[in-house]
């Protein structure tokens, strides 16, 4: 059986609807609450990694984190803007589920339904 690591906001809709989702398959994940334990600069690399994006697919563009620290700057290195996120886990979309080696966002929602075992 393939390990599932769902990195959750229950806040969220999109982050409750991929909870659910899992539910409703009798799949059970790892959660990780990642505004309350957020991931490191090497975790979120390896989700880069397993997402195949670079660290700008992954940011929320409308959170105003990334206004205040002008993340829209173009000269902002992989390295700059995964340090953006580990301080503003905020700033990392979401809902993420890893599964094997592989991961995705789930907006929406089916691209989760494409790496589930």
């Known amino acids: 059986m393939t390990d599932l690591t769902l990195y959750h906001n229950p806040r969220c809709s999109k982050s409750r609807a ?40 992954l940011l929320r563009s409308g959170e105003d984190e990334y206004k205040a620290l002008n993340l829209a700057d173009p000269a902002l290195t992989e ?15 979401r809902p993420i589920l890893v599964a094997g080696n592989k991961a995705a966002i789930g907006r929406p929602l089916d691209n989760l339904v494409e790496i589930l075992p």
């Open 18 to 57: 991929a909870f659910e989702l899992l539910e409703e398959r009798g799949l059970t994940a790892n959660v990780v609450r990642y505004l309350e334990t957020p991931p490191d600069a090497p975790t979120l690399q390896q989700l880069l990694a397993k997402l195949g994006i670079g660290a700008r697919q």
């Open 79 to 93: 390295a700059q803007l995964i340090d953006a996120m580990v301080q503003h886990p905020k700033l990392i979309e």
